[in-house]
C-alpha cells in the first residue's frame, strides 16, 4: 500500500534473533518445491511490500486497528521453467543496531512456464518456525519479500484491510518494479519441523497492546503446516473468516488443550 511505511515494529526482535540459528527452508505456496542448492545465479531483485495480521487484529497504534492481509503473486513469463529465490527483510526501529536474523536465509523454488504463484502472510510468518527450534508467533508482521530471478518476472502485491470485525474494506493492487542486480545467492540448509518439538514464542510478548485485553492466541496449521506443542490440538480458528467446512483451503488453525 501507498499509505503503508517502514515502521520499527520489531526492534525488540534483534535480541531474540540474536540467540537463534538459522531459518527454515519451507516451500513456497503452490510453488514446485526443488532439494536444497548450494547457489543460485541471479540478474533480477523484486522487493515487495508485506504487512500481516496474522494472530489477532492490530491494535498496538503503529498502523490503524484492523486487520491486514497481503499475497505477493509472481508469474514466470517464460517459456521454460526457471529457479527463483525469496527471503524476507523486516522492518526495525530506524536507526537500531542489526540484528542477525532481521534478514531470513533465502529459500528456492520452481516457477513452471508460464506459470504463477502465491505467497501469503502465513508462507511469510513460515520463514521464522522454526529457528534454532523456536518459532516466533507474531501478532503483526511487516517488512519485504525480497524475491530473486535470473529472468525479469511479473511480481504483483495484492493488499487487503478491514476494520477488527466485519468483511474486506480496502484493497489494492500494486505491480512491483524490478531492480536489474546481477547476484549469486546462496538457499538456506533445510530443517524438517517435527509436530509437538520445539518452542514457541509470542511477539509482542504476552500483555503487549498488540493483543487489546486478549491473550495471544497459539496460530497452527495454515499452508506452512505449523504444528502444536505436545499435550495442545490444531483446531479451526472460529473467529476467523476461513471455514473448512465451506471451502476454505490452507485454514489456519489454533491450538486447544
Request: glycine share 12%; with cysteine; charged share 20%.
Amino acid at each position: 500500500m501507498k499509505q503503508l511505511r517502514v515502521i520499527g515494529v520489531f526492534a525488540a526482535l534483534a535480541g531474540l534473533w540474536g540467540v537463534l540459528g538459522p531459518a527454515e527452508v519451507i516451500p513456497v505456496s503452490r510453488a514446485e518445491p526443488v532439494k536444497p542448492s548450494k547457489t543460485i545465479k541471479t540478474e533480477y531483485q523484486y522487493a515487495a511490500k508485506v504487512a500481516c495480521s496474522l494472530l489477532l487484529p492490530h491494535q498496538d497504534g503503529t498502523l490503524a486497528r484492523g486487520t491486514y492481509r497481503t499475497t505477493i503473486n509472481i508469474h514466470n513469463p517464460t517459456g521454460k521453467p526457471i529457479t527463483v529465490a525469496a527471503k524476507v527483510a523486516l522492518a526495525t526501529q530506524f536507526g537500531s543496531d542489526p540484528g542477525p536474523f532481521d534478514v531470513t536465509p533465502f529459500k528456492e523454488a520452481v516457477l513452471q512456464p508460464d506459470g504463477a504463484v502465491g505467497v501469503n502472510c502465513f508462507d511469510i510468518a513460515g520463514y521464522f518456525c522454526p529457528i534454532g527450534g523456536v518459532c516466533v508467533d507474531f501478532a503483526f508482521l511487516e517488512g519485504f519479500l525480497v524475491v530473486k530471478s535470473p529472468v525479469p518476472l511479473d511480481v504483483v502485491g495484492v493488499y487487503t484491510a478491514r476494520h477488527t470485525d466485519g468483511e474486506v474494506e480496502s484493497m489494492d493492487v500494486e505491480a512491483v518494479q524490478p531492480r536489474q542486480l546481477r547476484e549469486t545467492v546462496k538457499i538456506g540448509g533445510a530443517e524438517p519441523t517435527k509436530p509437538g518439538t520445539g518452542k514457541r514464542v509470542d511477539y509482542p510478548p504476552k500483555g503487549s497492546a498488540a493483543y487489546g485485553d486478549k491473550e495471544p492466541k497459539q496460530m497452527c496449521g495454515g499452508i506452512a503446516g505449523f504444528p502444536c506443542p505436545a499435550g495442545k490440538t490444531c483446531v479451526d480458528d472460529p473467529l476467523d473468516n476461513c471455514d473448512p467446512a465451506r471451502g476454505g483451503a490452507d485454514c489456519s488453525g489454533i491450538c486447544v488443550k
